[in-house]
């Protein structure tokens, strides 16, 4: 087993630094010069995408354009986790590249939205005033990631919240799930925004994805993936969103080619109606962006001379 990092700076220390963990992986780090993305990407069958800079979009569909570019000529049946952020975006930028090169299979895309399930999964044991039940909690996270697009479906809680919360401190924590990536910015003082929660986020849906890949069957996990992926599934959940979206996230069941089933929203709330219902404004428009940033640049790369697609 291999890890393969490709950074522009850094990688041969953080390399270094990652292959003396007690894992079966071999640790490569690469930089650009050499042809480093391309000896990166050979032979790989899952590419995490986490490039990028926080909360600075445009260069971030420019940085995901072009390492969906490099992976679909490079590894084209490897399984892409986005994490970059906007995920509501770099997801269909990716699907846009991919279509472009004629290697696209929505199964094998996936949007990183582990860090919602986990915040979730935290805060609900916090008001359940016992944070060892953190990691039992299971509480779908559908929708997209980021802000309002983030709905907690709280009443699908493994763990029910106390019927004694009030429906104040119910909409706190929905918030609070919403926008925990604000609470650490904060925190940090502007300085920096949530890396390692979501380091353990990324680990935990990237193991979910190999264990799938080797076999291993009912595996499941919220994820952001196009409907395409399971086009029952996805037929399905459309019919419960009174709206046609070619990206959601929503639990999804994991198998060796990729996703097997697209789970159902199943019976919500109607406060939880209408979570879902404002999201979906505001993922259309975030999903049409990535799909223009990619139309757009393949038109000016056209005629500035398609050399440098
Ligand atoms: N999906 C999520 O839940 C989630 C959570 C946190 C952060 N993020 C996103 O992850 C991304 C990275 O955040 P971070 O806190 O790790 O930032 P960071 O600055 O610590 O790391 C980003 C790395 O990307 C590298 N990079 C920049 N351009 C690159 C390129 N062209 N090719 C390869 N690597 C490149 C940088 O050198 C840097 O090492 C951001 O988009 C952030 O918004 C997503």
New binding site residues.
Partial sequence: MQLGL?????TPGVASDLSHIATPAKVEGYLPPDDGLKKTLTGAHVVVI???????PGI?AG?VK??ATGIATTAPKAFILV???P?NSTVPIVAEVFKKHGVYDPKRLF??????VVRASTFVAEILKDLSLSKDIVVPVVGG?SGVTIVPLLSQSSHPLPASLSAEDHKTLVNRIQFG?DEVVKAKQGG????LS?AY?GAEFAAKVIRALKGEKGITAPSFVPLAADPAGGAELTKELEKELEFFSSTVELGAGGVVKIHPLGTITDAEKALVKAAIPELEGNISKGITYVAEAYKKAEEDGPARL
């Fill in positions: 490709y950074d522009i700076v850094n986490p490039a990028g800079v926080p909360r600075k971030n940085i072009d390492l994490i970059s952020n995920v949007g990183v939205t582990t860090l919602d990631h990536g920096g925004s949530a890396t979501m986020a």
